[in-house]
């Protein structure tokens, strides 16, 4: 059993940045596939960014892409997720993700594991 635990959210203005923690515990985390989703009122949640294991490399929605990045520090067992340039509709609950399986990146439904989520707040 895996336990994830988001921070770093809040309210700031368009332009300006935040960057999103997730801390893991409970079981290995080097060889876990971790990811960023995020769910706005009414909406799905959606996908934002990943970080695999194997293969390793990154993956980031096209509506974040270039303005967001996505690390992970398996020493801590920690991703980031660096939010620039945010937007008016980056508002959203994020949360954190995590799998153990095979699949694309971006499928919710491979995630077993899920923070309690962060809320961002991008003002106008």
């Known amino acids: 059993q895996v336990q994830l635990v988001e921070s770093g959210g809040g309210l700031v203005q368009a332009g300006g940045s935040l960057r999103l923690s997730c801390a893991a515990s409970g079981r290995t985390f080097s060889n876990t596939d971790m990811s960023w989703f995020r769910q706005a009122p009414g909406k799905e949640r959606e996908f934002v960014a990943g970080?695999?294991?194997?293969?390793?490399?990154?993956s980031y929605a096209d509506s974040v892409k270039g303005r967001f990045t996505i690390s992970r520090d398996n020493a801590k067992n920690t991703v980031y997720l660096q939010m620039n340039s945010l937007k008016p509709e980056d508002t959203a609950v994020y949360y954190c993700a995590a799998r153990q399986r095979s699949g694309v990146i971006q499928a919710r439904e491979t995630y077993g594991y899920w923070g309690q989520g962060t809320q961002v707040t991008v003002s106008s």
């Open positions: 970080i695999s294991w194997w293969p390793s490399g990154t």
